[in-house]
Structures are given as C-alpha cells and as structure tokens.
C-alpha cells in the first residue's frame, strides 16, 4: 500500500525576514468572489455615505480684529503664518497652528486696502485708505522699539489693490491707474492708463511673471505687460469683476469673480468668450483664489458662503457657511493645498479644510491604500443615482435656499421666454437655441471684437428679450 | 538771360510808379503776374537802393500787394549775426532759396559707404511726386502698440501649452513639482554658513583653493568634469580596437568562404553538406526543447522549400541537364547514377515531414485522451459521492456529467471485467438526468432569488462562456488589467480633452458638474443619510421608467430624436453589466491510496447507500420539481387575459332572482382581451421568466448615460470592472487606486516655475537628438537648448516630425 502524505513547502509560506509582508496565499478564480459589481457598489455607497458623515470642515476662527477683515496675505515661506488687515487699518499676524495673533500694528487710518508678503518673506507691503504704500519687516520689533514701516511712499490718489512680483523687487499698485514700482523708489516706474478711473484689484501672473492683470470699475479686465509701455488688452464683461486670480500652473488661465454672482475663467489669449462660467454663488462674488496645484479654486461671496470649484466645473463641488459667518470680504487657499482661510464682516477669520472629509494628521499606508481604493469606488460609481445624491446633498441656509430656488426659476423662465421669441416673433427669427447663454462657450456675455478691446455685450437681437417688454408678435 | 531782363523790366516798372503818382491800372495789372513770380529777386534788389528811397517802396510795394487781393507775407529780413552766421555755419545768405532734395543727396552719390540699395530707393524717392502720408493719430498708433504687444505676449505664454496639456492628462502629479532626491547631502549644502575656522583647516583650504582644487562634495576638478563628459580615452581605445578586430575578422571569414567555394572536389562538398546538415539537425532538436516557437519557424520554412519543390520541376529530370544524361544513361554508369541521386534530392525534399513537435502534441492528446478515460473509478467514487447528496452538487456542469456518462457506457460495453457495475451504473445515468433537472432549476431559482432579494442593481447569474476564457487565462486577464488601468487613464483624460474641444469650437455642451443639491437638511448620522437616499428619490423617476423630459429644442426633428433618445435612456441592462459567469472547478482526482478496488468500492456502496437514504428521509415531502412547476403555472395563468364579463343582469329585459340574462346577452357583453406576446420561458420547461420591471432595482440603476462616455459599451465596461484587491492583485489595485494629485504634508507648493519650460525643452531637444534616423540639427544639444530663439526653431521642427 502506497501512503499519500500531505507536504507543503515552507518556502509558500515562511517569510523570509520578518520584515517581510506575511504571505498570504489568495485565489483570484473570479468564481470564488462573486458579486464583485454589487459587492463594490455597496462599498461605494457606504464610502459616500462615512465621507458625508466625516465632513466636518471648520477648523478654527481667529478673532481680535475689531472691524470687518478686508484683506489677507499668505506668508510666502511658512505655512503657519497669516496676515490679516482690517477696516480700521489694523494689521494682524497669525501663527496658525497655535490660533493666535502674534503681532498687532496699527498701519494705516481707514481700511487696510491691500497687503502682500515680499517673495523671500522678509517684510510686506501695505496700501491703506491714507494713500500710502508701507513697506514692514516681518519680525516684530525688538522690546521698546517702536513699530515703524521700513518704507512709507506717498501716493497722490487712493491705492486700492497691491500685488508684488514673484521674483524681482517690483510691486504694482492700482487705484486711479495701475502702477509699477521698484521697491527702491519713490514713483512708480509705470503707470498704465486706458480711459478708466478707477481699478479694484491688480495681479502678478505667477508663472509668467511679467504679466499683470487688473479689474477696472468700467467693466473690464485688463491685461498688462510690465515691459511694455501700454497695457496689452481689455475685456468688458456685462457687470463689474471684484477681483481675479491667475492659475498657478497654468500660465494663461486666469479667474475673475463677477457682480453677476459668477465667476468667469478666461484663457487670456482668448478674451473673445470665457471658457468656463462658474455658477452658483447668489450674491456678488467679492474674492478668488487658486489652490497651489491649480486644479481648483476657492471663492468669496456677499451671500455669505465659500464655494469651491474645479477649474473647469461650472458648478461648485462644496459650499461653506456657518451660522455667523457674515459677508465672506477675502479668501485665501493656504500653500500646502490643505486649508482655506476666509476673512468675513463680523471680523473673524476662519480656518476651513480644503477637502471637508480628508483625515487631517499621518496616515499610516493601510490606512491611505484604504482611502485611495475609497474614493476611486466613490469615482466609479458617482453616476449611479443613490450614490451621487448622497455625494452631492449639502445643508443650506434656508434664505440662501430659497434664493437659489428664486434664481433657477427666474433663468428658466428667461430661457422659455427666449424660445417663445424664438419660434414666434418677427424680429428675433434669427435666433437659435445655441446663442442661449450658456455655462461654458459664453455664459452671460457674448464677445463682440473691436480692435483690441473686447467688448462682452449682448449682440442686437438679444435686446429683444433682454428688455423684457416686447410683445410677442405672432408669425403670419 | 530771361530772367535778367525780367529783373530789368521789373525795374523800369519801379521807377516808373515812382515817378508818376498816377499810373495806369492795365500796366500795372499787367505786370503783377510777374511781380509774383520774381518776388524774391526783387527783395533782393531792393537792397541796394538808399534807406528812404526803400522804405517808400515798401510801402507802395504793400499797398500794391493788398490791392491785389494776395496777402503774400514777405520774408522779414533779419540782420542779427547769428542768423547772419549761425553756430552750425549755415548762412542766412541763401534763405531764399529753396532746399532741394538733390542737394542733400549729392553728397551720398560721391560716397561709397552708403549702400546701394539705398541710393536707390532714394532716387526712387526723389523721383515721386506723391505726398507723404501724414502720421497716425495718438489713438491709432498706441493701438497698434498694444496689439503688437499683445501678440506677443500671447506667444510667450503659448510656450507653455505643451506643459499644461501633459499635466492635465497625467495620470497622477506630484506636488511640489520640482522636490529635491532623497538622499543624505554634503555638509557644505546643509549648513550653509560654515567657514573654515581652526587654523588648519584655513591653511588646508588655501592649498585647494591656490591648486585650483574643488572643495564642495563632487570632488572633481573642471578639466575632470570636462572629461566625464567627453568620451573617455581608454574607452575610445577599447572601440577602436573592437572594430578594428570585428574588421579583421570579416576579412579572414571571406577569404575562407571564397577559399572552399574554389574547391572542385564533390565528396568534401558533400562531407561538408552531410555534416551541415548533421549540425542543423542537432540544432534543430535542440531549438524544439529551448525555443518551440523558432523551431515552427524552421518547419515552416521547410515545408515551404518542400512546397516550392513540389510545384517547381527542379529535380525532376526535365531540365535541359537531366535530358542530355538521360540520353546517355543507356551508355554511361555515372549519368544514371547522377540521374537518380537527382531523382533522390527531389524525393528527399518532397518528403513531408513528421517533425518531433506534431507528435508531441499528439501525445498530449493522448495524455489527455487517457486522463479523461483513466479515472473511471474515480469518477465513480465521485458520483457516488455526489449522488448522496443532492443539496451538496449543484454546480458541477451538464457537459461534464453527460462526458462521465458516456465513458461509464462506453466502459460497459467494452470491458467484460466491469460488468458488476453496470448495473449500478445505469441506475447511475437515471439519477443524474433527475439531477440535472434538479440542479438546473436550483440555479434558476437562485438566480431568480438573487434578483427578488439582492439591493445591487447589477446581479443576475448566468453562464457567460466567452469569459469563461477570460477566468482561465492569466494572459488575458492581464490585458483586461491593462484595459482597465488605461481605461480609467482615459475616462480621467475624456473631460480633459473635451473640455478643450469644447472651449475651441465653441460648441458647448453640458456641463458634467452637476450642481449640489442643497437642502435645507442637516445630515449628521449615517441613518440621516439613508433617509436622505429614500426621501429625495425623484418620484417620477423611482417609480415609472424614465421617461424623456419634453425637449424644446427637438420640437423639428422629433421623430429622429425620439427614437435615438429612447435608446439612450433605456437601463443600463443586466446582462450587460454581468459579471463572469460561475464556472465549473474541475479537480483532477488523484486516488489518494490505491487499495484493493472492489473492497473499497463496495464499501463506499454501502455508506452511500445509507447516506442517501438518510438523506430521502430527511427531505421526504420535499418535491421540489413538482413546486416548480405548480409555481411556474401559476404564472403563466396570471399572466393569461381573463374574459371579463359585463352583462347587467335586468338591462333591458327582466330581472330577478331567478332569472339569468339571456346566452346572446352573455356573448354580447363577454369581453376578451387579446393575448399578450408569447412568454419568453415557454420553451424553456425549468426556468420562469419573470416580465415585470422590477423598481427596487431601478431605484439604483442609472437612466442615462453620464457625461464623458460614448456608448454603453464604454460604461458598462467601466462598471464590470472590479477594483478591489479581492479581485485584482496588489500591484493592479494600487495602479488602479493611484490618487490623481497627491501632496506632501507640510510642503509649500510653489507655482509653476520658467525652468519647467527649459527642462521640457531639454528633454524634447535630447529627445529628437537621440533618435539617430533624422539628424536634424548638426550641433550639439546644449546649444539649441539654451537659446532662445534656436529654441523656438527647434520646437517647430520637432513638431512637425513627431
């Protein structure tokens, strides 16, 4: 008789090192797992579902100031450092991560307009109501000594926006017109004009760093080069941008946040349409900011909330609001792509996550790994219906509720209106469906050229409608 | 000489008026024209005349002038020096005379610096008539500026496309972009305010410094660098002499190949074939052990010469050779022999070939052939085992049952030795076609359970053979990891990429960021969340099928539009979205002892039986198939129209207790409905077919086809793909689970910086430098990529061949 033993070799099982991942033996032979698709979408669901229930994104709030936060700055070289100016001329200093002021200057009389952090984070400029430009060191000063700017330039009108250059010792300021200045000087080394009063914001492109650009209170935004003699090119949107923001990896993408409650990406070689118009904010946009790695942005609005949105996503992937937070004035996203800082009227500042559900802190790799296969579920299955609705359900203020509510009807009865006339009236049978305005190609505006300024304006025939009192006239 | 004798008469004219106050109009009218014309002269001449004499005849000249009508302003004569000699020695002498073109251009005529194109053109110049154009204004100039400007600066900022189009469709970006390799640093880079201190260390540094030496970690001298980076001397040498020997070594080779081709001798020719051949062969069996594939290839090519043999008449004595020795074989030994060996050649090269590789796989068919034949008695073990137990062989496929059955007949008839079991054995066929049915409508029962029960939307078991193959082959179901991973790559780029065709052409399509759907409710428990995915179902949606929300703008082409449309909102279907069917595990049994047969057999026999009837008792008044079939009717019935009957008793005729409505009556208000179509089941006895839409379901399901996806096709394949590392390994769940930005903790990202653009350049410039077919630029590759312009140059070249 012949005896079958059974014999395993270790070398299938043993490790090696105890170092080693302990081997598990596994049979993939589908038939042995089966279900896998609801399996899955059963993770999915549950995964949607515990990354609603962990969003919990408010950190902190800093308050001392004792006025409505106007502007903020991030320090350029550290990551817990923030500084904030007020309405009453009050600069503050932030250390984040022990959530307390550091230093308190008095800067300016009237509102702090404008503040940045020179590029090697040794000293920040400051534009206040007085029509002065401030230059301070970053450290506080010494026991006893006074707090004094290292540099105080007069100017002859208002500044009301500041933006320093990413890598030379130039800064530019706006107000009547935009300016230029070299940080040793005491006028400006340029000044743009193109048949405007007045600008509200101006920004360095901080990639092509030679390249400026500003909002204007006729409408427009306008694009500078720094070596130039003239400003580069205009476009005049239907109502005001507040302010903008150029993508930082994405040399000629820049945002700007609008009167009309949307936000307009524009590729600034062609200012003819916008590519994206971001909607959702019920009031006035005020303030944007681009995430670090460029892939989104934050925005500020009159409606009380924080938005966030992809770059190229005409609806925003998250809102934010608390219960006190009043009219959000500045926003900032922190340079780690961690966190939002947003400055509000009720003089606050508020610390929020940038992604609400993200486990702040070390993960360990299983940990990760189990978070990566998460979310790629969550991608998988977004479309399905459960899923998404959970993904997408967010709480609102019930003013702010009822308002959205008000604006969806209003644009669809505008929409319906504009294809009654349509089909109907003498006049308008020139129109199409594809002129409605839409979120992306041209939302809001359409683009007419004329030599070098671009004119965003509706065309003649949308006046019909536009004007809302036509009366219909019926086709014979 | 006209013009002196106008100086005169003007004269005479002068004094003339001077000395009669009363003149004639007519002469003098006559002699305005003049007057006009030669106005200069006169001012000149009039400065000969005496200081009085001139001021009257200003006058008159004035009131001459004014009765005219012309109002000439005359040349005021100024008399001071400087004018009279100005510091750039010009005189005032010649200030009536006009400047001419030609007078400045004489000068450049004589000289030869000036180029020659540029006298022409300033001859050319001389020669037009036409008016220069005046200047732009203000406003237009400064447009001008800033479109050029414009231009430009577009240009520059377009270097970046490149970039940006790698990074959105790059699978996953690291940030912050540019990070410094891990890896211990010199101390002279970490610390950077360090300075020799001891006196030593100064005296040491003296003496590197003065010979020049390097001091920091790369302790290489500039003229070492320079080296590494040329080719070495030693590895120079070490080529040249490898050629050098490679050249040798082709020469000897030829001269010996044209050495043995010179020999006359046949028998070292055919020496020498023999032991070729004697060698490939050798080879050959080698090739079949080591490497099949090229071996095949050698049969190939044999059969091919073997073919071409076959259809050519080479060796088949009709050549003009063959036949003049045909002639003479009747004489000569040695043309019939010659004649047959040619005979032979073509016998040898016509021969098929039965090469070792066929009759391997012959033999393992045969292998096969046995391993299905050889365990009769384990089979049978093995049904007897599973016949026991019903409940305990539901997956074991027909196919394989029905090949058991045919070997055990087979078995029976052939082999006079088994025939104790036949018995047995046929009772054994009996028993499993119950089974078969039995187990057939288990699974369809299973199935039918897993739809009723089963929350997914995407559950159905069925037997999908095509990727039974799929299951079996490793091979495949890498490529299906592959498709998968590129497939996720791909549906990250599609948005990407449309989003970019989109903002070209204008044609904007639907946003595939869907809004948030805001509420007013506050989800804070995950049973919140669950009422939150029950509450908020559309109800138009949960409970009827979709239906198309009225389109305005398909109100012209409807009925295209329609029809296309239903397709697309149809469900995503079942079967669709299946996973692998269940496949049958077939173990090969190996009889773990070998014993005597009949004992165990009998054995086995008896405990089988005992246990099978255990089981009969167990499950007695379990009839299952009956159930089935009772249920299977009870559908198709309720399925069935019913006659509906709708006589009025009493309308119109009498009515009581007693009395029935009349039979036309009855006829005339039966109604019957018509047949619905055919159920889907009826020629399949052992399974129903439920028809009804099933909502539970469809509550889960999506209605319509998402955004970046094309067909249903492409989603369904997205959603049958399983991510998980239950089913995928480790290193496919970790591609597939890949974030798309990851970030470090703590780290500042800093926005895109200029020498990403020259890296890429760099990397692109090498690039088309190392593909050795196109040698485009003779320099080197540092120099292209470091300038500017030759950069641009460059980049238009390598986009035009790639």
Not at chain 1, 267 to 283: G, Q, Y
Not at chain 2, 532 to 558: C, F, I, K, R, V
Request: contains cysteine.
């Amino acid at each position: 008789m012949k005896v079958k033993v059974l014999s395993r070799n270790p070398d299938d099982y043993v490790r090696e090192t105890k170092l080693d991942i302990q081997r598990v033996p596994r049979n993939y032979d589908p038939t042995l797992h089966p279900f896998e698709v609801s399996r899955e979408y059963t993770r999915a669901l549950n995964a949607t579902k515990l990354e609603r229930l962990f969003a919990k994104p408010f950190v902190t709030s800093l308050d001392g100031h004792r006025d409505g936060v106007n502007c903020m700055a991030k320090h350029t070289k550290t990551l817990s450092t923030l500084l904030s100016g007020s309405c009453d001329g009050e600069v503050k200093v932030w250390n984040l991560t022990k959530r307390e002021c550091v230093r308190t200057l008095q800067a300016h009389e009237g509102f702090v307009r404008g503040m940045v952090v020179r590029f090697c984070g040794s000293s920040f400029f400051t534009v206040g109501d007085d029509k002065t430009i401030k230059q301070w060191k970053m450290e506080a000063p010494g026991y006893g000594e006074e707090e004094e700017p290292l540099n105080t330039i007069l100017g002859k009108s208002v500044f009301t926006g500041l933006d320093h250059h990413q890598k030379d010792a130039v800064f530019a300021t706006c107000g009547q017109q935009v300016d230029i200045w070299d940080e040793q000087r005491t006028s400006p080394i340029r000044s743009f004009t193109w048949g405007v009063d007045s600008f509200s914001a101006v920004r360095f492109n901080p990639v092509e760093t030679e390249l400026l650009a500003s909002c204007a209170s006729d409408r427009s935004v306008v694009l500078y080069d720094m070596r130039e003699s003239t400003p580069l090119k205009k476009v005049i949107m239907t109502m005001r941008s507040n302010t903008l923001c150029w993508n930082p990896m994405e040399a000629y993408y820049f945002t700007c946040c609008n009167e009309d409650y949307n936000l307009y990406t524009y590729d600034m070689r062609f200012l003819d349409k916008p590519i994206t118009v971001h909607m959702d904010h019920v009031s006035a946009a005020l303030d944007v900011d681009y995430s670090p790695t460029g892939k989104e942005f934050v925005s500020a609005s009159f409606d009380k909330t924080i938005r966030i949105f992809a770059k190229d996503g005409g609806h925003s992937r998250e809102v934010y609001h608390t219960k006190r937070m009043q009219h959000v004035i500045c926003i900032k996203w922190s340079l780690d792509n961690k966190y939002i800082l947003s400055g509000s009227d009720e003089m606050n500042i508020r610390l929020w996550k940038a992604n609400a559900a993200e486990k702040l802190g070390v993960m360990s790799p299983r940990e990760r790994e189990a978070a990566n296969y998460n979310q790629t579920l969550k991608e998988k299955f977004q479309h399905h219906p459960q899923v998404r609705r959970v993904a997408r359900h967010r709480h609102l203020p019930k003013s702010l509720y009822h308002q959205t509510k008000e604006l969806r009807v209003m644009k669809e009865a505008r929409r319906r209106k504009y294809v009654f006339l349509m089909h109907f009236s003498f006049e308008a049978s020139a129109l199409s469906l594809s002129e409605w305005p839409r979120r992306k190609g041209h939302g809001g505006v359409m683009a007419t050229r004329a030599a070098g300024v671009t004119y965003a304006v509706p065309p003649a025939q949308w006046k019909v409608w536009l004007v809302g009192l036509c009366p219909l006239t019926w086709a014979q | 000489m006209a013009k002196a004798s106008k100086k005169k008469v003007s004269k005479a004219v002068v004094k003339a008026m001077d000395t009669t106050a009363a003149v004639t109009p007519d002469v003098v009218y006559d002699e305005e024209d003049e007057e006009d014309l030669s106005k200069a002269d006169e001012v000149i001449t009039s400065e000969d005349e005496d200081g009085e004499d001139e001021r009257r005849r200003q006058k008159l000249l004035e009131a001459i002038s004014a009765l005219g009508g012309k109002r000439k302003k005359t040349l005021g004569e100024r008399s001071e020096p400087s004018v009279q000699m100005s510091e750039f020695t010009v005189n005032a002498d010649g200030e009536g005379d006009k400047i001419d073109l030609s007078d400045l251009i004489g000068t450049v005529e004589r000289t030869s610096a000036v180029p020659a194109t540029t006298k022409k053109q300033l001859k050319n110049l001389q020669r037009s008539t036409k008016p220069i154009a005046c200047p732009l204004s203000k406003q237009e100039s400064q447009r001008i500026q800033r479109d050029v400007a414009f231009q430009k600066a577009a240009t520059e900022v377009t270097r970046w496309k490149s970039i940006i189009k790698q990074n959105q469709r790059a699978e996953q970006l690291v940030f912050p972009l540019n990070q410094e390799p891990i890896g211990p640093k010199p101390m002279e880079r970490v610390v950077s305010g360090w300075k020799a201190q001891t006196p030593l260390e100064q005296e040491i540094f003296a003496v590197l410094s003065a010979n020049k030496q390097p001091i920091n970690d790369p302790i290489l001298t500039p003229t070492e660098e320079a080296s590494m980076r040329a080719m070495s001397l030693e590895e120079a040498k070490i080529r040249r002499a490898e050629l050098q020997k490679a050249r040798a070594l082709q020469s000897y080779y030829e001269a010996k190949a044209r050495r043995e081709k010179k020999i006359k001798s046949k028998t070292y020719h055919k020496v020498q074939n023999k032991a070729k051949r004697k060698e490939f062969l050798k080879q050959f069996d080698e090739m079949v052990v080591a490497d099949p594939a090229s071996a095949l290839e050698e049969l190939n090519k044999i059969e091919m010469s073997r073919m071409q043999e076959r259809m050519s008449l080479k060796h088949q004595n009709s050549g003009k050779w063959a036949k003049s020795k045909a002639i003479m074989a009747k004489y000569d030994d040695g043309a019939r022999k010659a004649m047959q060996q040619q005979l032979e050649v073509n016998k040898t090269l016509t021969q098929k070939l039965v090469s070792s590789l066929n009759e391997e796989e012959e033999e393992e068919e045969k292998d096969e052939a046995d391993a299905e034949v050889l365990p009769e008695l384990v089979n049978d073990a093995e049904q007897v085992l599973n016949s026991l137990n019903p409940w305990m062989r539901g997956k074991l496929s027909e196919e394989h049952k029905e090949k058991e059955i045919s070997n055990t007949v087979d078995l029976t008839a052939e082999g006079p030795g088994n025939t104790v079991e036949e018995d047995e054995d046929e009772e054994e066929v009996e028993e499993t076609e119950e089974e078969k049915l039995l187990r057939e409508f288990e699974s369809r029962r299973k199935l039918r359970h897993a739809l009723e029960t089963d929350a997914a939307p995407l559950t159905c078991m069925d037997d999908n053979t095509e990727d039974k193959a799929a299951a079996e082959n490793p091979d495949v179901s890498d490529k299906e990891e592959e498709e998968l991973s590129e497939f996720t790559s791909l549906f990250r780029g599609i948005a990407d990429s449309l989003q970019e065709a989109e903002s070209e052409t204008a044609e904007a399509g639907e946003d595939h960021s869907t809004p948030l759907e805001e509420d007013l409710i506050r989800v804070r428990t995950l049973e919140d969340m669950e009422l939150l995915s029950q509450e908020n179902l559309p109800s138009g949606e949960a409970a009827a099928p979709p239906q198309q929300p009225p389109d305005t703008a398909a109100l012209s082409s409807a009925t295209e539009k329609t029809g296309k449309n239903r397709k697309r909102k149809r469900g995503i279907e079942l079967k669709e979205v299946l996973t692998k069917g269940t496949e049958v595990i077939k173990v090969p049994l190996i009889p773990t002892t070998e014993d005597n047969e009949d004992n165990e057999d009998t054995e086995d026999r008896d405990d089988g039986l005992d246990q099978s009837g255990l089981i009969k008792e167990a499950f007695a008044g379990d009839d299952v198939i009956s159930d089935f079939l009772k249920d299977k009717r009870k559908q198709e019935d309720a399925g069935k129209p019913k006659v509906v009957d709708l006589t009025l008793p009493g309308w119109g005729e009498w009515g009581g207790t007693s009395l029935k409505p009349s039979r036309h009556k009855r006829r005339r208000f039966r109604v019957k409905t018509a047949p619905p179509p055919p159920r889907k089941d009826r020629h399949l006895p052992s399974v129903i077919m439920s028809e009804k839409r099933n909502s539970s379901i469809s509550l889960h399901q999506v209605s319509s086809l998402p955004f970046p996806f094309e067909n249903h096709a492409q989603f369904e394949s997205t959603i049958r793909s399983p991510l998980g590392r239950t089913w995928n390994t480790e290193r496919t769940v970790k591609k597939i689970s890949m974030p798309k930005v990851v970030t470090q903790m703590g780290a500042i990202i800093e926005p895109m910086a200029r020498e990403e653009l020259l890296k890429e350049r760099k990397q692109l410039v090498l690039r088309s430098f190392s593909r050795p077919c196109s040698p485009c630029f003779p320099g080197s590759p540092v120099k292209y990529s470091i300038t500017g312009e030759s950069c641009v140059f460059n980049q238009k070249h390598i986009g035009y061949r790639y």
